[in-house]
């Protein structure tokens, strides 16, 4: 069983409830003028105070993968509303002898696969952690991307309703 926290805190405002947190993810997040609250860049942070801002964030997503189920994770194909930075924090590595060799090598032919040459070769640095391999579309390719899904779920003979977004129905 694979396991995610997603959106957390659903309503509150983690400057508020995690306030070290927020202030150190803050003070690490890449390309600041765009992505604090409070950055230069920021248009949603120069918008009057009579319009309905959207929730900045951040919101904490906990996501993984299991060395059991390599070609399995928790994060399914999605469309964000709005723009949005992920941040890998953390990636665990197991410390018995000789685990996680058989995982590294299955990472990095999940890489060879589905990567170029650049991260092909920086993943077999020694000192490289592969954590994640995302796969990161342009958002024109959305409609494309709905009707390979359709014809996969008309293949399967899977149920969906009419008004069914393969996309947003994750």
């Known amino acids: 069983m694979l396991l995610k926290l997603k959106d957390w805190p659903p309503k509150d405002d983690f400057s508020e409830k995690l306030p070290t947190r927020f202030e150190d993810l803050m003070n690490n997040v890449p390309l600041p003028e765009y992505t604090r609250r409070d950055g230069s860049r920021n248009l949603v942070s120069r918008l009057p105070d009579f319009f309905v801002k959207p929730d900045l964030g951040p919101k904490m997503y906990n996501a993984y993968g299991s060395a059991a189920c390599p070609k399995e994770g928790t ?5 964000d509303m709005s723009d949005a ?3 890998m924090v953390y990636v665990g590595v197991p410390r018995d002898q000789g685990a996680g060799e058989k995982e590294r090598d299955d990472a990095i032919r999940a890489v060879d696969e589905a990567c170029d040459e650049s ?3 920086r993943v077999r640095q020694e000192t490289t952690r592969i954590g994640a391999l995302w796969h990161i579309y342009a958002a024109e390719d ?3 991307i709905r009707d390979c899904l359709r014809e996969i779920i008309k293949e399967r003979k899977m149920k969906h309703s009419q008004h069914h977004d393969p996309i947003h129905d994750q």
Do not use: M
Not at 75 to 79: A, C, D, F, P, R
């Open 75 to 79: 994060t399914n194909l999605h469309l």
């Open 85 to 87: 930075v992920n941040v």
């Open 119 to 121: 991260q092909r070769v």
């Open 142 to 144: 959305a409609d494309k």
